[in-house]
């Protein structure tokens, strides 16, 4: 089953309340002091009004001018994804950003260095992991951590290139600041290759939620979803209803996208969106047992019930919704957000980042999540990016204590100084446009989930089977699971006998 994450609503006071002094020693023994008092620095040494923790106490080291040196791609489908910053430039979280790397690299005397591999106009993601094991493999030591698909790439695990972070306790991964539950359900063996904290804001921008058009809704009729949401019982045969009502020919012949028709469709919908609707009902691709075995999970009466409820939703026949191309605002062939604001669709599946590219739409538009099977679902389920960026460390890693030290200071300060000001002002104040979205997106956060066999890349084909057949409205998928059955295990299986050997 898929399973909640922590939210990460934080009282800024308490934080600081609660850190304490984090020992390291350089990898060098290059310290001055190694008796794990503070050096004194805190939030107010440094004249930022975009801190907003009263005071943090740091490690009492001197890594002597030391690079960090971080490995990431330079941009990625519109979201925030940098760890650094090269100047300020007044954008809230840019100097936020800004600010937090530089009072670090005050208090520890080491220097933030990001390095960016240049990604392509097509996104080809598995470059910068192809570029991590030719660095890995020419054993030069030339980065500390690695933000890396780790589900493009397995094998990253399985072949040896990135070290097992349960083995170095100065990342201290069992504080708030790091994703406990995905720490949790991706450590087997009591082995560790990838961790999400705070760092990333990817895994806050790659957040799966609906956005609607409130407007086209009012001239529908329509009640706005939001309490549906709140009362639980936001589920896919309402959700339904919202796109029999909207979905409209409006002169056009058919329902195939045309830039100059006229029809007007229940959702446009990125093309990965139908694993994440029967991720968020409550299905996922394997179960793990309390005594962390891995199974199957498929097969059951629910997952078709799921499936035949979706096939009936995503399929185009009927209006309901749009299998949209993946370019954002391409005319031509119709990319999801262009047709959203366009008022040519009522619903619009995508990412939480994508309320920053709409700042120019007309009419208001509202996020809710993805919906429920049932109102006897206990909760809903927020799936993330698959190809979300993790941090890993190399095998190539000479200073495992002062790369451990530095990340974990980054990933709490950035947990306290800018998750805040991610979602109040960049989120909250620039992107969504009322309360009520504003709450949504609190539900979003609290109900982050994962499935582990996406995260491992265990079921890409299944996925991506699933994914045509249901925008097809084909619910048929009972002899297709169990062929792949077969590919899922075997693939679990090298996963496990790596972590045997």
């Given amino acids: 089953m898929a399973l909640k994450l922590h939210s990460n609503r934080i009282s800024a006071a308490l934080m600081a309340a609660l850190l304490t002094a984090i020992p390291a020693v350089s990898c060098t023994s290059s310290t001055e002091n190694t008796g794990g008092g503070t050096n004194g620095i805190t939030d107010t040494d440094t004249d930022s009004s975009a801190m907003v923790t009263e005071s943090v106490t740091y490690p009492d080291v001197d890594y002597e001018g030391a690079e960090f040196r971080i ?73 500390d951590v690695m933000f890396l698909p780790v589900n493009e790439a397995p094998d990253l695990i399985t072949d040896g290139y990135l070290l097992d972070l349960n083995m170095i306790p100065e990342l201290h991964l069992d504080e708030e600041w790091w994703d406990q539950d995905i720490i949790r359900e991706t450590t087997f063996g009591d082995r560790l290759y990838f961790v999400s904290g705070a760092a990333n804001l990817m895994a806050f921008d790659s957040m799966w939620c609906l956005f609607f058009n409130e407007t086209m809704m009012g001239n529908l009729q329509l009640e706005l979803p939001y309490d549906l949401v709140r009362e639980g019982k936001w589920t896919i045969d309402e959700m339904t209803k919202y796109c029999k009502a909207a979905a409209n020919l409006n002169g056009d012949n058919g329902f195939t996208y045309n830039k100059d028709g006229s029809c007007v469709w229940g959702i446009s919908s990125h093309q990965q969106a139908p694993q994440h609707f029967w991720f968020s009902a409550g299905e996922s691709t394997v179960s793990v047992d309390k005594n962390k075995q891995v199974s199957f999970a498929l097969e059951n009466d629910r997952f ?62 509202g996020i809710v999540p993805f919906p429920k099977y049932d109102e006897e679902q206990s909760q809903y389920y927020t799936s993330l990016v698959s190809q979300l960026f993790y941090l890993t460390i190399p095998t190539t890693n000479s200073c495992l204590e002062r790369t451990a030290t530095i990340a974990n200071i980054l990933t709490r300060d950035s947990y306290n100084d800018i998750i805040p000001l991610y979602y109040s002002n960049v989120v909250e104040q620039k992107g969504l446009r009322n309360e009520d979205s504003i709450d949504m997106l609190g539900i979003l956060r609290e109900t982050r989930a994962i499935d582990i066999a996406t995260i491992f890349n265990w079921n890409l084909a299944l996925r991506n089977e699933i994914d045509t057949r249901l925008f097809a409205g084909n619910d048929q998928v009972a002899s297709y699971i169990a062929s792949q059955k077969n590919t899922v295990e075997a693939n679990m299986k090298k996963f496990f006998d790596f972590l045997t050997e």
Avoid at 83 to 103: P, S
Avoid at 313 to 333: H, I, P, Q
């Fill in 304 to 365: 078709y019930r799921v499936i035949s409820k979706l096939a009936n939703m995503l399929d185009n026949k009927e209006g309901y919704t749009l299998r949209a191309n993946n370019t954002d605002f391409d005319v031509e062939n119709g990319g999801y957000v262009h047709v959203f604001t366009t008022g040519r669709s009522l619903f619009m599946t995508g990412e939480v980042k994508a309320a920053q590219l709409m700042r120019d739409m007309e009419d208001t538009f």
């Fill in 71 to 143: 490995l990431n791609f330079d941009q990625l489908w519109n979201m925030y994804i940098h760890i650094d910053a090269a100047e300020l430039n007044g954008e809230v979280l840019n100097d936020a950003v800004y600010n937090r790397n530089r009072k670090i690299e005050k208090a520890l005397n080491c220097k933030i260095v990001e390095k960016t591999f240049e990604n392509d106009t097509a996104n080809t993601i598995n470059r910068i992991t192809d570029h991590a094991k030719t660095s890995i493999m020419s054993n030069e030591d030339e980065y």
